[in-house]
């Protein structure tokens, strides 16, 4: 099974600050399957990023994917009110799809 | 528009059986693999079990294989979880998601229900 260890726990940002959360896997994801959702509380996950680095339908162009192999990377590069939430990454290249424990991005 | 509503969960004992259910609109139900995705009170997000378009290929979680069951009506564009065997650790949020692949299994979520809550205690 493939770990996925997210750091920071919580990043305490202000609003218009860049935020740059880690997702890290304890062996290579192939094809960079890898998604990032965004959970706020009482609501169910939104798909943010999937193939790593793909932008899901409807999703600002200020959210932004990167990395390969084991070190992947969401950044927000300039946060707005609604991005304070929970972030997730999840592996789907190989079976048990699992996901990272979370970030939590708050408002300093 | 998408929409997945979850039902059947609710408070049940350790030992016991609970079905859930979750019914699909607003796509073609049966081009898509569907999963149930579950999260225990304050924590973080756990797949729990997928299947294809045609019930073709199913998996489990670890943490389940040998206890819970998923399946789908095609005809009547719903998707189940049986679950025996209850745990204290099986309480959580359950999710109904839809595979982002059409016709395929990739196994990464575009649309989740709001989650049926399953409380496992005596």
């Known amino acids: 099974e493939i770990v996925l260890t997210q750091s920071p726990g919580t990043l305490s940002l202000s609003p218009g600050e860049r935020a740059t959360l880690s997702c890290r896997a304890s062996?290579?994801?192939?094809?960079?399957?890898l998604a990032w959702y965004q959970q706020k509380p009482g609501q169910a996950p939104r798909l943010l990023i999937y193939?790593?680095?793909t932008r899901a339908t409807g999703i600002p162009d200020r959210f932004s994917g990167s990395g390969s192999g084991t070190d992947f990377t969401l950044t927000i590069s300039r946060l707005e009110p609604e991005d304070f939430a929970v972030y997730y990454c999840?592996?789907?290249?190989?079976?048990?799809?699992?996901f990272g424990q979370g970030t939590k991005v708050e408002i300093k | 528009e998408v929409q997945l509503v979850e039902s059947g969960g609710g408070l049940v004992q350790p030992g016991r059986s609970l079905r859930l259910s979750c019914a699909a609109s607003?796509?073609?139900?049966?081009?898509?693999?569907m999963h149930w995705v579950r999260q225990a009170p304050g924590k973080g997000l756990e797949w729990v079990s997928g299947i294809s378009w045609n019930s073709g290929r199913i998996d489990y979680a670890d943490s389940v294989k040998g206890r819970f069951t998923i399946s789908r009506d095609n005809a009547k564009n719903s998707l189940y979880l049986q679950m025996n065997s209850l745990r204290a650790e099986d309480t959580a949020l359950y999710f109904c998601?839809?595979?982002?692949?059409?016709?395929?299994?990739?196994?990464?979520?575009?649309?989740w229900g709001q989650g049926t809550l399953v409380t496992v205690s005596s």
């Open positions: 999840q592996q789907y290249g190989s079976s048990p799809w699992t």
């Open positions: 193939g790593a680095s």
């Open positions: 998601a839809k595979d982002n692949g059409y016709s395929g299994y990739d196994c990464y979520f575009g649309y």
């Open positions: 607003g796509f073609t139900f049966d081009d898509y693999a």
């Open positions: 062996q290579s994801v192939s094809s960079s399957y």
